[in-house]
């Protein structure tokens, strides 16, 4: 199961990771890029708190990112990097 957590959010990066040189046009795809793969992560993730709810933790940054998404700025990304990635690997 953690290894398709891990796969899951590997691709969701991966997606993210190709983003236009223009800032403003790379925060648009970046916010763009979330919101696709809240779609996917979401559900899935509530399958996954169900079999073990130690993931709570992980689907909790993932909602704040969700909800986040629309209004996400460099600095709202730096934060998730700085608090939300290390969560995700305590949770893991």
């Known amino acids: 199961m953690r290894n398709m957590l891990l796969v899951g959010l590997l691709a969701g990066l991966t997606a993210c990771s190709v983003l236009p040189s223009n800032p403003v046009d790379a925060l648009t795809a970046l916010r763009t890029q ?44 730096q934060a998730l990097l700085d608090s939300g990635i290390p969560a995700i690997e305590q949770a893991v």
């Not at 696709?36 to 909790?60: E, F, G, I, R």
């Open 34 to 77: 979330v919101s696709k793969a809240c779609l996917v992560v979401q559900p899935t993730l509530v399958s996954l708190v169900a079999l073990d709810p130690n993931l709570a933790t992980v689907a909790q940054v993932s909602n704040a990112v969700c909800l986040a998404a629309p209004t996400l700025d460099t600095t709202s990304v």
